[in-house]
Nanobody
């Protein structure tokens, strides 16, 4: 059974930083691209970032480019999202997702974690 478990969310002031983690199990983590997707309160899903299976290629939404960094540790079956210079508009539930096919903004996602809440406010 595929499981994706996010952690690391919380409250942070604007300009602050957080690192999200996603522990994966039930599949060969090192052979699949992974992604982070978020959903702000009352809004639709927004793709945030993706990383290929080996961790050598990354892609980011324009809204987070230069502030967020995606990475993975295939020895620990863990995906990360380092978020810097956070803004109130980054407030959302962040989901760790696995690709079924392709990767990047046009890839097909097949499994999602339960999400972790990030709140950016004074």
């Amino acid at each position: 059974e595929v499981q994706l478990v996010e952690s690391g969310g919380g409250w942070v002031q604007p300009g602050g930083s957080l690192t999200l983690s996603c522990g994966a199990s039930g599949f060969t983590f090192s052979t699949y691209p992974m992604s982070w997707v978020r959903q702000a309160p009352g809004k639709g899903l927004e793709w945030v970032s993706a990383l290929n299976d080996g961790g050598s290629s990354t892609s980011y939404a324009n809204s987070v480019k230069g502030r967020f960094s995606i990475s993975r540790d295939n020895t620990k079956n863990t995906l990360y999202l380092q978020m810097n210079t956070l803004k109130p508009e980054d407030t959302a539930t962040y989901y760790c997702t696995k690709y079924q096919a392709g990767w990047g903004i046009k890839g097909v996602l097949d499994y999602w974690g339960q999400g972790t809440q990030v709140t950016v406010s004074d």
